[in-house]
């Protein structure tokens, strides 16, 4: 069984500039997770989406948005990116919403120059 | 607010040791409390987890004991190996009906180093 796929596993960006990250689930997940990850600030939650529906945001600034598509694949993207918004950014799913079992892929490393 | 404190940040322990990490969290309504493993380059992976109706719960050399009032738990790995060594992180999460729930929250992570 395929585990979560993310792609780019890796990108530079510039400030300014916008991003695109894409997820592909489990297959039979339907529960999409996103998660940022720095070295200062751990990891920290930033949507879920269930059914192509946001059902949960963290606090993060609207430049971070997120979908989920009718085959539970889940993008985000980061517009106007600033320096601070270098990160690995975890994608993780789950069977089912409202469950912290959840499975992660390898990430999104993103760097801003 | 950071709702999951971890510590210690960093520990190193000799191969055959016990690893002890500790957590503390303030929401009383968490009731779901994994543990993950992260090796470098990889996502995080869920290693035990425990639900705050029992006090402890073991697989095989990793266990977690639970302590309600106190609102700690802690991960005990015996007979650490080098194939340990990753970074471990705690959360705590409260189930609910769609739209009452909280995601997972974890701590800042630990690294630990067994040496061999």
């Known amino acids: 069984k395929a585990g979560v796929t993310q792609t780019p596993r890796y990108l530079i960006k510039t400030r300014g500039q916008q991003v695109t990250l894409s997820c592909s689930p489990i297959?039979?997940?339907?529960?999409v997770s996103w998660y940022q990850q720095t070295p200062g600030q751990g990891l920290q939650f930033l949507f879920e989406?269930?059914?192509?529906?946001?059902?949960n945001k963290g606090n993060f600034p609207g430049r971070f948005s997120g979908r989920q598509f009718s085959n539970s694949r889940s993008e985000m993207n980061v517009s106007t990116l600033e320096l601070g918004d270098s990160a690995l950014y975890l994608c993780?799913?789950?069977?089912?919403?409202?469950?912290?079992?959840?499975?992660f892929g390898e990430g999104s490393r993103l760097t801003v120059l | 607010q950071q709702q999951v404190k971890q510590s210690p940040q960093s520990l190193i322990v000799q191969k055959g040791g016990i690893s002890i990490i500790n957590c503390a969290y303030e929401?009383?309504?968490?009731?779901?409390f994994p543990w993950y493993q992260q090796f470098p380059g990889k996502g995080p992976a869920l290693l035990i987890a425990?639900?705050?109706?029992?006090s402890e719960k073991k697989e095989g050399r990793f266990t977690i004991s639970f302590n309600k009032s106190a609102k700690q738990f802690s991960l005990h790995i015996m007979d650490s190996q080098p194939g340990d060594s990753a970074t471990y992180f705690c959360?705590?999460?409260?189930?609910?009906?769609?739209?009452?729930?909280?995601?997972?929250?974890f701590g800042k992570g630990t690294k630990l180093t067994v040496n061999p």
């Open positions: 993780a799913s789950s069977r089912s919403i409202n469950t912290g079992e959840l499975f």
């Open positions: 929401n009383t309504a968490f009731d779901y």
């Open positions: 297959s039979g997940h339907r529960s």
């Open positions: 989406y269930f059914s192509e529906t946001q059902r």
């Open positions: 959360a705590a999460s409260k189930g609910g009906t769609q739209g009452g729930s909280e995601k997972l929250v």
């Open positions: 425990i639900r705050p109706d029992v």
